[in-house]
T-cell receptor, first 115, second 112 residues
Framework: DSGVTQTPKHLITATGQRVTLRCSPRSGDLSVYWYQQSLDQGLQFLIQYYNGEERAKGNILERFSAQQFPDLHSELNLSSLELGDSALYFC??????????????FGPGTRLTVL | GENVEQHPSTLSVQEGDSAVIKCTYSDSASNYFPWYKQELGKGPQLIIDIRSNVGEKKDQRIAVTLNKTAKHFSLHITETQPEDSAVYFCAASGTGFQKLVFGTGTRLLVSP
């Protein structure tokens, strides 16, 4: 158990809908990262938040957005869903003090199925 | 930006054999290289990492080597067991606020 929690574990929805994925980082970790893993694909970095502020963006679609709250949990919002958005979505967290090495610990993921 | 290549994409070995997975990276500023194991239906699990100030690190049956000059790093698993079967990912990063860049993964199958 990495200490990172994600809810829900599974999510089935229809095209055009909007969903919210939730992540709670390990105790003491200030950074949260979101990744997308499609079938037979590697881990694609979406976005990073550090202590409530957006830190880095990767291959995140404009239909997707995220935020990190004062209690450091994060939510990833996916809207106008398409079939191709079906994937595993992982959250990871790290201390990220600025001078530390970037050890990231992953949650169990949310499997999103868009029908 | 950083680019990480990983080979092979699949690797089949017999139980007890050794397995080696190799990665190359492009950004000479990268100095942190973790390896993750992902079992079916689970999130990636950090199994070992190496920092640029060392050339080799070992943890029981797992070892990682780093050649900064050639920008290569490798994962070595000795005395493989069926429970080692999983997808393994390498990654590279700098220190501080820098995202990890992952390789494309290696599916390791250990046959009894």
């Amino acid at each position: 158990d990495s200490g990172v929690t994600q809810t829900p574990k599974h999510l089935i929805t229809a095209t055009g809908q909007r969903v919210t994925l939730r992540c709670s980082p390990r105790s003491g970790d200030l950074s949260v990262y979101w990744y997308q893993q499609s079938l037979d694909q590697g881990l694609q970095f979406l976005i990073q938040y550090y202590n409530g502020e957006e830190r880095a963006k990767g291959n995140i679609l404009e239909r997707f957005s995220a935020q990190q709250f004062p209690d450091l949990h994060s939510e990833l919002n996916l809207s106008s869903l398409e079939l191709g958005d079906s994937a595993l979505y992982f959250c990871a967290s790290s201390v990220d003090s600025g001078s530390s090495y970037n050890e990231q610990f992953f949650g169990p993921g949310t499997r999103l199925t868009v029908l | 930006g950083e680019n990480v290549e990983q080979h092979p994409s699949t690797l089949s070995v017999q139980e007890g054999d050794s397995a080696v997975i190799k990665c190359t990276y492009s950004d000479s500023a990268s100095n942190y290289f973790p390896w993750y194991k992902q079992e079916l239906g689970k999130g990636p699990q950090l199994i070992i990492d190496i920092r640029s100030n060392v050339g080799e690190k070992k943890d029981q049956r797992i070892a990682v080597t780093l050649n900064k000059t050639a920008k290569h790093f490798s994962l070595h698993i000795t005395e493989t067991q069926p429970e080692d079967s999983a997808v393994y990912f390498c990654a590279a990063s700098g220190t501080g606020f820098q995202k990890l860049v992952f390789g494309t993964g290696t599916r390791l199958l250990v046959s009894p």
